[in-house]
Every structure is written in structure tokens, then in C-alpha cells.
């Protein structure tokens, strides 16, 4: 027994020394985690001082950041996944379920097919609306503006949803509701999720990986080949086309095929899946190209450089309308200068406006509203129109909402706008380019916080017999211009 305890002893002592020379001298390379984190400051004795000692907060603060720095940290947090991978089904990579049969999702896309993400009828038909006022107005100018709906891992494998997120139950999500929309207006659209799931049934391969996020890469070409039909049709010429040259299968994912599988970082690699890997042939490479410019998310990611640049004599990338590809990763990024945006587009020959399931409750990433006033330059939005804009764009404020919605079991469009008049109300007086309207915005929300002068305002609504929301609006334009009256 006495033998037993020394060996553990000894095999302890091992580890620390072996952990420690790996810290400060690092012979073993490890291969980097996946993801997005944060590293603290490296542990270092110069924190140290008598009082720190004896405040304790040294103590604290070192083995803080010593865990972030410990020898193999790398390799423990790997075996340490995989452990609950491979014994309970847990992942943790923050935002990625695992569904049936092992099926991986980014959790967004199945809040957007459920409909819990659907931002509602009013908010949607603005941004539409003035899509298509923006679309008929660089036809004017013969630019065609073509809206593309993605496809959606959610929409296309519901199946696989994990059944605590009761996709049975589902509701109008966005992109329903866009598409419809969208058909009543006459807006120039493709529907890429529609053919996705057309295509579904009868393709020999996946067209959506099952460890990863996006189309799969032999999914890709189907998505071009589409484009290219629709551009040709916009334009009504031919430009520069693909065939499929070679399919190389594989049961190991490649590429963005395993963008979600790299998220987990885990020790082993994940049950083989089927990938098939397309070489591509560029056909007619003579015909005309047009400078093009692309508002899209990283769905575009797989068709910028193997397909973009052969078919189009110019092509501006601007990923998520905000950032300028390929910078779009640099630290700080470079970000998409917006003066001017009339002349900018009128600079191109094609517009392709491209957004993914999982992205439409950000309402084109403001695209429509900053292209409407490029063309209507005297047209001015509320301050609190732009911080609902803010919320639904803001990955971690949208998701506050929605849990808000759930819990007080509200429409989310609901909880948007109360969450925007809270922080328009308290932040009034430091925002800068307010207007008329917004004064009196600013004014309808003193009164509703004040119940008195609210109960006034309802009963004069009753003896009116008009609305209370219009005579909110009447009481406060009074008030705002007695308050102008006064010396």
C-alpha cells in the first residue's frame, strides 16, 4: 500500500514538473483551440508586493492567470471535451448543439426556423418596403439588385433538431415571412433555400455538411450555378460560367465541411461523414464580367475566391455590410467607408444582397435603411428606430431580448421596442443628432412614466374617441410647445 502511495505521489510531482517545463520552455508543440477566447496576462512575480500578500489578491490573481498559462492546458481542455463528448453528449463550444444523430447546429439557425427569432410583420415590411424602393431606384440607373435567401441548416434538416427545441412547433419565422413579403412587392429575389430543399431528396451528396455551419463545399457549385443563371438573366448577357471537372469523396470533412467539428477541440476526431469535393472548370471565361458589389455574410466566404474572381472584372466584398473583406479579420478590421454611398453604387454593374437563415432577424444589416436614404437624402429615421436597429445587430443584446420574450411571454418585437425606449429615454440627453420627432418621442415617454399625466392623456383619448397612441403624440407636440412658450 505504502508502495502504491508513492507511486501516485510520484506520478503527481511528474506532472507538475513535466507542466512546468512546458510553460516556460515549451518543447512539445500543441495545436492551437479553435474559436474565439480570450487569454489573460501571462502570471508574473512582479504583481507581487507586501500588501497584495496580505489582501490575498495576489494570490488570487496569480492562479488566475496561471490557468490560463499552465503547461498542456491546451491538450487537458481537449481531453477533458472529449470526455463529456464521448460520455454524456455535451459540447462546449458556446452557441453549437449537438442534434439527433449527430447532427451539429449552430443554435441560432434553429431559434430563427422556429420562428423565436421572427422580429415582427411592422419591423420587417420597413426594411422591405425600402428594399424595393432601393432595388427600383438603381434599376433606374440599369444596376440590378438581387436579393439572395441562403439556405439554413435548420430549414434544411429539421429532422435532426433536438427535440427540446420542439420544432413541431414552429411559428412564422423571417424568412417566411420576407420571402411572402417579397413576392407582393415584387421584389427581385432568389430563393436558395427553396432550392436547396428542392434538390434535397434527389442529390447523390450532401449539400449541408454534418459537422458543419454553412452549404456544404459540394454544395457550393449548386449555389453558383444559380447565380450565374440569375446574373445572366439581370443583365441578359452571359458571363464566365463552372462544370464540375472531378468529385473527390472523402469520410474525413474538410474545409468549412468541419467548421463546427473544429469548434469542439476535442482530443479525438469525430466519426467519419461523407464529403465529396468538387474540382471546378471555368467555362466561357471570355464573356463580359461586371464589377459587382456584394453585401453578404461568411456563407460568401466559399464563393469570393474560387468563383468571385473569375467571374466578375471587379468584386467588393463587404462582409455583413461593415466590414471589407479580406480584411475583415485584421485586428483592428478595416470597415466599409459609407460617405458618399450614392455615388458608390451607382459605381457598379450589379448589387447582390446575400443573407443567411440564421442572420435575417438583423434586418439586412441596416443595408436597406442606409441605401434608402443614400437615394432620399431628406428622409431621417428616429433615434429610436437606429437603436432598435442596434439590438437586432447586436448579437448578445438580440439574445437578451429573446430570453426576455420567453420569460415574460411577450412578442419579441415587443420586448425590442421596450428595451430601445429604456435606453433612448436614459441616454437623451448624450445622443447627438436629435430632431423635432425626436424631442417629442422623448416626451410620449415622460408622459407613460408618469401615471398621472397618462391617466389624463387615456381619458382624453376616450372623450376624443381617437386612439392613445395618437393622443399621446397631440398632448406631447402641446407640451413641447408650451415649453417653448415659457421665458
Not at 430549414?155 to 412564422?172: D, N, W
Not at 485586428?331 to 466599409?336: G, K
Not at 426576455?404 to 412578442?411: D, T
Request: net charge positive; hydrophobic share 35%.
Amino acid at each position: 500500500m505504502r508502495t502504491f502511495k508513492k507511486i501516485i505521489l510520484l506520478f503527481i510531482l511528474g506532472a507538475l514538473i513535466v507542466s512546468s517545463l512546458q510553460f516556460r520552455l515549451k518543447p512539445i508543440h500543441e495545436t492551437p483551440l479553435k474559436g474565439y477566447y480570450r487569454l489573460g496576462e501571462a502570471p508574473s512575480l512582479k504583481l507581487f508586493t507586501w500588501k497584495r500578500w496580505f489582501s490575498g489578491f495576489f494570490q488570487e490573481e496569480y492562479s488566475t492567470r496561471l490557468n490560463d498559462y499552465v503547461g498542456f492546458r491546451k491538450t487537458l481542455i481537449r481531453i477533458s471535451n472529449q470526455y463529456d463528448y464521448s460520455f454524456y453528449g455535451i459540447i462546449h463550444a458556446n452557441g453549437f448543439v449537438q442534434g439527433r444523430n449527430r447532427y451539429l447546429f449552430e443554435e441560432d439557425y434553429i431559434h430563427e426556423y422556429t420562428g423565436d427569432y421572427f422580429i415582427g410583420k411592422a419591423a420587417i415590411d420597413r426594411k422591405m418596403f425600402r428594399l424595393k424602393n432601393v432595388q427600383d431606384s438603381l434599376e433606374a440607373h440599369h444596376i440590378p439588385l438581387l436579393v439572395v435567401f441562403e439556405p439554413g441548416k435548420a430549414s434544411f434538416y429539421p429532422e435532426y433538431i433536438p427535440s427540446r427545441f420542439h420544432p413541431e412547433r414552429k411559428t412564422l419565422s423571417n424568412y417566411e415571412y420576407c420571402l411572402q413579403l417579397s413576392q407582393q412587392l415584387g421584389l427581385s429575389v432568389i430563393d436558395m433555400n427553396r432550392y436547396f430543399l428542392k434538390l434535397k431528396d434527389t442529390s447523390r451528396y450532401p449539400l449541408f455538411p454534418r459537422y458543419g455551419m454553412h452549404w456544404s463545399l459540394y454544395g457550393v457549385p449548386f449555389a453558383v450555378d444559380t447565380l450565374v443563371k440569375s446574373i445572366k438573366k439581370a443583365k441578359g448577357t452571359g458571363i464566365p460560367e463552372f462544370r464540375i471537372q472531378q468529385l473527390t469523396p472523402s469520410q474525413t470533412p474538410l474545409g468549412t465541411d468541419n467548421d463546427i467539428g473544429e469548434l469542439l477541440n476535442l482530443a479525438c476526431p469525430l466519426k467519419s461523414a461523407l464529403g465529396v469535393y468538387p474540382k471546378m472548370k471555368t467555362v466561357h471565361p471570355e464573356s463580359k464580367k461586371f464589377s459587382v458589389l456584394v453585401i453578404a455574410d461568411s456563407y460568401y466566404l466559399n464563393i469570393v475566391e474560387d468563383y468571385g474572381k473569375k467571374m466578375f472584372v471587379k468584386q467588393d466584398y463587404w462582409y455583413y455590410n461593415n466590414k471589407l473583406y479580406p480584411y475583415q479579420n485584421n485586428s483592428p478590421p478595416t470597415y466599409v467607408d459609407k460617405s458618399g454611398l450614392f455615388e458608390k453604387l451607382k459605381n457598379y454593374d450589379l448589387i447582390l444582397l446575400m443573407v443567411s437563415e440564421i442572420n435575417l432577424h438583423c434586418g439586412f444589416w441596416n443595408f436597406a435603411d442606409e441605401a434608402y436614404h443614400a437615394f432620399h437624402p431628406g428622409a431621417k429615421d428616429l433615434l429610436l428606430y437606429d437603436i432598435e436597429n442596434q439590438i437586432r445587430n447586436d448579437r448578445e443584446w438580440f439574445r437578451s431580448t429573446v430570453n426576455k420574450a420567453r420569460l415574460q411571454q411577450k412578442p419579441l418585437e415587443q420586448i425590442i421596442r421596450s428595451d430601445a425606449e429604456y435606453t433612448f429615454y436614459n441616454n437623451y440627453s448624450n445622443l447627438q443628432g436629435k430632431t423635432y420627432w425626436d424631442t417629442i418621442e422623448y416626451i410620449t415617454l415622460n408622459i407613460k412614466n408618469n401615471a398621472d399625466w397618462l391617466a389624463s392623456v387615456i381619458k382624453k383619448a376616450e372623450d376624443r374617441n381617437v386612439t392613445v397612441d395618437s393622443m399621446l403624440i397631440i398632448d406631447a407636440v402641446y407640451s413641447y410647445k408650451q415649453s417653448k412658450k415659457k421665458p
